[in-house]
């Protein structure tokens, strides 16, 4: 089958990992997706808790530079505090058109605690929804999520024949990196130490640009 459809991954990326890039590829190849585009959150009220947007762009672009088939939607990120999700797929479903499918792409916590998002049910008049599954991780939702997606289920290849409304799971294997734990062992370990904790976590041009610019208090 032709891929069809932009699938798009939210979140802040502090730092851009492994576990993000595997969970783009694993939706790209289950939705039969023509490309992900990475959508980078912008900077929170209290600067102290994210690197700043700028930041979490370079290291986006240096995963992503070899990378066919993924790019940067910086739609979110130069904005400050909170961007409604609803609102920013109003928007790219006005630049896309009425016929492109667009795929939000969701963790399976994100799947959990949907009913706490802002008009969370207007989300799929703009785009389809898909949920990650890891490995054995059981998807659970609240009653309301649960009885509203109940006749917009549909399977992972068959999401994208319509450009809006539907949802699907998909499965990912399990991949075990974590931004949290990279800044966790960056903080309070020398930085040749902290990376063969977290070995295989992170992009090596996204390693050396931490190193570089002392993020996370890398020493
Ligand atoms: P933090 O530890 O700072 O909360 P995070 O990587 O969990 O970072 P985000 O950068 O916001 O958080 O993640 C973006 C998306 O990537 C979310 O949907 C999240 O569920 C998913 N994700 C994060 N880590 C992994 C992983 N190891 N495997 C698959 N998906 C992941």
Redesign the pocket.
Known sequence: MIPRGIGL??????PV?E??L??ARAAKDALRLVRVDFLP?GNPWQKDLVSPAEVRLAMLELALDKMAGFRIETLELMRLGPTYTRVTLKTLRKRLGPSIPLVL??????WRNLHTWRSWQELAEYADLAV?R?GREALQTSPEVASWAKSRMTSAEALTEAPAGGIAFFD?A????????I?RVIRTQPFAEAMKKVDGWLPLEVAAYIRAESLYGAH
């Open positions: 991954l939210g979140g802040t990326f502090d990992h576990g993000h595997a969970l959150a792409i969701l963790g399976g916590d994100q990650c890891r990912m399990p991949h075990e990196a974590s931004a949290t734990e800044r």
